[in-house]
């Protein structure tokens, strides 16, 4: 089994950052890839960012040169930092592991006004 728990999300004006955090517990032993997602009212969960074990990050076009996501795996943890931020990105984020299994985090309300 294994935890991921979210913090970090928030109201932001437009223009503004947040910083996302994940943080992994339980059997994480072999997991390499983890990931953010997002689900905005209404729409289908959108993959946002991945990134390796080594730390090989790719973004969703919508994000790039805005969102950064990185890993401390000494802390078992991945952040997303979100800059720029725009009205269109509320949604509520998710962190995502596989491990012959997939988990999720429970999820976390980014709320981003104009």
């Known amino acids: 089994q294994v935890q991921l728990v979210e913090s970090g999300g928030g109201l932001v004006q437009a223009g503004g950052s947040l910083r996302l955090s994940c943080a992994a517990s339980g059997s994480i032993s072999g997991i390499n890839t983890m990931d953010w997602y997002r689900r905005a009212p209404g729409n289908q969960r959108e993959l946002v960012a991945t990134i390796t074990s080594f730390g090989r990050p790719n973004y969703a076009d919508s994000v790039k040169g805005r969102f950064t996501i990185s890993r401390d795996n000494a802390k078992s943890t991945i952040y997303l930092q979100m800059n720029s931020l725009k009205p269109e990105d509320t949604a509520i984020y998710y962190c995502?592991?596989?491990?012959?299994?997939?988990?999720w985090g429970q999820g976390t309300q980014v709320t981003v006004s104009s």
């Open positions: 995502h592991a596989y491990r012959f299994n997939h988990y």
